[in-house]
């Protein structure tokens, strides 16, 4: 059964970079043709769909967020990363990592990531 | 990218059917069979009910269906339980190669 489970500060000041990594066990993140993704969800709001990584590294991004995320893998660690860079308030939410591209199938249990001085 | 259009809320006695609708355009949700739903409890991560408008992964209930007509997917719930009352969110793949949510039903099992 594969297993996600995201890590990273829970506090960022604003201007800062926020970076969270997502972890998998019960799998190889390298094996089966699986695109690993990061959505968020505002306290008391919906999902924002954030971005994806394949494991070859090719990459795609929400358009309003583009300009300032970055998602990397490391298959040695088993392991894919969020970099969102210039944060503000807007960008407190719980932050999931998940499995699949399309239709994210396993996700991590979200960590809350809260932007503030 | 602009998120698919869901009903705020929906509401239905035990035993009873519900549909919940899901809006987009030709770009997202009526370009392609990638559209699919997920149910969320409070304080828990989503779980994928529905995956390419139709099909059900292992392990999800047969009482939950989706459908889609044109530019509209549906996702349809026989036999409501207590247990379905919790957010439900679409989603679709987009000509930008992007993934977009709907903004999420409530539903409310009377």
């Known amino acids: 059964q594969v297993q996600l489970q995201e890590s990273g500060p829970g506090l960022v000041k604003p201007s800062q970079t926020l970076s969270l990594t997502c972890t998998v066990s019960?799998?190889?993140?390298?094996?089966?043709?699986?695109?690993w993704s990061w959505i968020r969800q505002p306290a008391g709001k919906g999902l924002e769909w954030i971005g994806r990584?394949?494991?070859?590294?090719?990459?795609n991004y929400n358009p309003s967020l583009k300009s300032r995320v970055t998602i990397s893998v490391d298959t040695s660690k088993n392991q894919f990363s969020l970099k969102l860079s210039s944060v503000t308030a807007a960008d407190t939410a719980v932050y999931y990592c998940?499995?699949?591209?399309?239709?994210?199938?396993?996700w991590g249990q979200g960590t809350l990531v809260t932007v503030s001085s | 990218q602009s998120a698919l259009t869901q009903p705020a809320s929906v509401s239905g006695s035990p035993g009873q059917s519900i549909t919940i609708s899901c809006t987009g355009t030709?770009?997202?949700?009526?370009?392609?069979?990638?559209v699919s739903w997920y149910q969320q409890h409070p304080g828990k991560a989503p779980k994928l009910l529905i995956y390419?408008?139709?099909y059900r992964p292992s392990g999800v209930s047969n009482r939950f269906s989706g459908s889609k007509s044109g530019n509209t997917a549906s996702l349809t719930i026989s036999g409501l339980q207590a247990e379905d009352e919790a957010d439900y969110y679409c989603?679709?793949?987009?000509?930008?190669?992007?993934?977009?949510f709907g903004g999420g039903t409530k539903l409310t099992v009377l």
């Open positions: 989603s679709s793949y987009t000509t930008s190669s992007t993934l977009v």
């Open positions: 998940a499995r699949g591209g399309v239709a994210p199938d396993y």
């Open positions: 990584i394949y494991t070859s590294g090719s990459t």
């Open positions: 030709s770009s997202d949700v009526g370009g392609y069979n990638f």
């Open positions: 019960g799998g190889s993140i390298s094996s089966g043709s699986y695109y």
């Open positions: 390419d408008v139709s």
